[in-house]
């Protein structure tokens, strides 16, 4: 797909067919995501693939229930290493850049994954700490979590805001 296709094609799935993703699929996926920009090109992130179904259990359980998540084959989990960004950056660094660098990340994983068939959904409504817990890690900061799969449903585009309500030229 042309990227302009994907871009207009992506859209926020909730409900997945029983079909796994291909392992070559899901290679390219991570591929994709490797190639996101970075501040100072730390890539500051790490990416939890959560394939075990008591994992994704426990994952919607603690996004407050979102079951969608459980019912996809995989689930992403975007985690962003603020000490590692702070190295560089300082507290801008752990605060923004980090952050940015796994929603970034995200971002791509979620246009990899409809330019290659499949569908996906963002998750930022979630526990942190039961997200932690669950991941057993300590340093990391979730994200996102990105199901993804073979969409059972194609959902009605939103309706999106008009361009002169989003962007503001600062021209003479």
Do not use: H
């Amino acid at each position: 797909m042309e990227l302009f296709e994907v871009m207009g094609k992506r859209c926020s799935v909730r409900k997945y067919l029983a079909k796994p993703v291909e392992e070559q699929k899901l290679k390219k996926i991570l591929e994709a995501v490797n190639e996101a920009p970075s501040a100072g090109n730390l890539q500051a992130y790490k990416i939890y693939v959560v394939r075990e179904n008591m994992v994704k259990r426990m994952l919607s359980e603690a996004a407050f229930g979102q079951s969608f998540i459980e019912f996809a084959p995989a689930v992403l989990v975007f985690c962003a290493l603020p000490e590692e960004s702070a190295k560089k950056y300082g507290e801008r660094g752990a605060n923004l850049y980090s952050i940015q660098d796994a929603t970034i990340a995200a971002s791509y994983a979620q246009l990899a994954t409809t330019a290659l068939g499949l569908a996906s959904c963002w998750v930022g409504a979630f526990n942190e700490g039961k997200v932690k817990e669950i991941l057993k890690i300590e340093k990391e900061l979730p994200v996102a979590i990105i199901p993804i799969g073979y969409a059972a449903e194609k959902p009605e585009k939103p309706k999106r805001k008009k361009l002169d309500e989003l962007i503001y030229f600062m021209d003479n």
